[in-house]
């Protein structure tokens, strides 16, 4: 077997492990290591590694977990995720964990907050406040401070309070990790039949739930084995993704999306580990940094409050640009109120920007996928036939 095929086969056995057996280990491996889990969209990991401890990223059971008592807590017309992750905790799949940060993405995932300190008082639990306003002066003290009370919290925790070194440390490792991250999605850009998007996310699902130096390991890895075989260009649109940053859809179907007719080259599946767009400092104060690096440097996305409307409705264009792309998928969960109430300027942008696109909704536990595979197959005939942007 390649080394290819045994990075992505390790990877897939990450992706269906339920129990988090990789998270475990490393646990037992390593007896002073406690584990903070945390929903999407981001978390601070470099403040969770520098407290010693292992960030493991919650992403709900997909398709692979029947939702018993998690219907129980949440009414039915709301997103799939919440109710996934207390099925995953009612079961003691979670009991692993110290701590679990809940990051201000929707309401629910504030509600779903609320419930975790009733259900575990035993935890340490947190929502964070993302900051909204990207101002150094307020947004970025907000940050600051808020970072810098999360790191007394998770130390009290671990019973190690993160350092100055502790925390430039790890900021070092997360440029690392990012830096390798943005490697792959480039290389997935200039040649998505080398790296098709299905074997790139089963690694980053991956990276979510183990320590991060076995993550670079692996996606190094794969980075040089990706030239070990020459598979055939095919003759496909080239797609972005968008919607997909917070209850990821079942890996099913972004298979249906490539072999549909479609190169998914640009996306944002998993985006809190890429939310960081450049190297976060190392030299002065590193919480200072970190805050600074949020507020001037984070992705854009709909779980962040964006005051211009105008440079939303550009936003799509620009990616397309940069992507090479010839039309946009606007894949979301049902109920996901960031997504779905973001579409529509994005997509009229999008559209008087000439750029193709299509629409539809999905959830983790989405079995079924001929609709979408049809509908990603005539998209991408539609564009080979009259064109894109």
């Known amino acids: 077997m390649s080394n290819r095929k045994i990075i992505i086969e390790w990877a897939l056995g990450v992706y269906e492990d339920l129990h988090f057996t990789a998270a475990r280990e490393t646990l037992s491996q390593n007896p002073n290591l406690k584990a903070v889990g945390f929903l999407p969209v981001y978390a601070p990991r470099e403040v969770i590694v520098a407290s010693s ?20 807590y949440y009414q039915s017309y709301i997103c799939h995720l919440p109710r996934s992750v207390i099925e995953l905790a009612q079961s003691d799949r979670l009991d692993f964990l110290s701590a679990v ?13 609320g ?13 964070l406040d993302l900051p909204h306003v990207r101002d150094p002066e307020v947004g970025g003290k907000f940050w600051e401070r808020e970072l810098r009370t999360l790191i007394d919290k998770l130390g009290e925790v671990s019973g190690h309070r993160a350092s100055d070194d502790d925390l ?9 990790v990012r830096w390798v991250i943005r ?26 739930v183990v320590a991060p130096e076995l993550f670079l390991d692996k996606a190094r890895a794969y ?13 496909r649109s080239r797609v972005i993704v968008v919607g997909t940053f917070c209850e990821q859809p079942p890996l099913g179907l972004i298979k249906t999306i490539e072999r549909a007719g479609c190169w998914i080259v640009d996306d944002d599946l998993l985006i809190g580990n890429r939310m960081l767009t450049r190297d976060v400092q190392t030299q002065g104060d590193p919480v200072a940094n970190l805050a ?9 996305t709909s779980v962040l409050y964006e005051p211009d409307p105008d440079g939303k409705k550009t936003l799509m264009a620009q990616r397309v640009r940069a992507a090479k792309a010839d039309g946009i998928i606007f894949a979301a969960p049902s109920f996901c109120d960031p997504a779905l109430l973001d579409r529509p300027m994005l997509r009229s942008g999008a559209e008087e920007a000439g750029i193709p696109c299509i629409a539809f909704k999905y959830a983790e536990n989405t079995g079924q996928f001929q609709q979408f595979r049809e509908q990603a197959g005539t998209f991408s005939d539609s564009i080979k036939l009259w064109g894109g942007s």
Request: proline fraction near 7%; aromatic fraction near 10%.
């Open 115 to 127: 419930m975790w300190q009733v259900m575990y008082p035993d935890l340490y639990v947190r929502y």
């Open 53 to 72: 401890m292992l960030p493991v990223g919650i992403y709900g059971g997909g398709d692979q977990i029947e939702i018993i008592r998690g219907d129980a």
């Open 183 to 208: 490697e792959l999605y480039r290389a997935r850009s200039a040649e998505p039949w080398r790296l098709p998007t299905e074997e790139l996310y089963l690694l980053l699902r991956a990276g979510e």
């Open 168 to 176: 430039r440390a790890a900021i070092h490792l997360y440029n690392e």
């Open 101 to 113: 940060l809940f990051p201000s993405t929707c309401d629910v995932i504030r509600n779903l907050s």
């Open 292 to 300: 600074e690096a949020f507020i001037l440097h984070s992705e854009k």
């Open 223 to 235: 980075l040089e084995a990706i030239h070990e075989d020459s598979p055939p260009m095919k003759d």
